[in-house]
């Protein structure tokens, strides 16, 4: 998923799909491999945060996101800021 989140923390716009529009399942995936996957978000005017994550599509069960070894809130990873005019 991608989720842009504004200062209230609110999500005000997001992008679900599987990976590569199902054409690349995580279940084949090798470990440490790179995926690269395009999302089209339109984003409000204003700052967002942009959130990215996983989850098991049948449970919506976000995965546990780690860096250097500590695991993110939520279950998801901070990209960065978006400025939007």
């Known amino acids: 998923f991608v989720h842009l989140v504004d200062a209230r923390g609110q999500m005000v716009a ?3 799909a599987q990976p590569l529009g199902g054409q690349y399942p995580t279940s084949i995936w090798d470990p440490g491999e790179m995926v690269t996957d395009r999302h089209s978000i339109t984003a409000p005017p204003g700052e967002v945060q942009v959130y990215v994550g996983l989850y098991q599509w049948q449970t919506m069960e976000r ?3 780690t860096v250097g070894g500590a695991v993110q809130p939520e279950g998801r990873l901070l990209l ?6």
């Open 14 to 16: 997001q992008a679900d």
């Open 63 to 65: 995965l546990e996101v």
């Open 80 to 85: 960065g800021v978006l400025k939007a005019p």
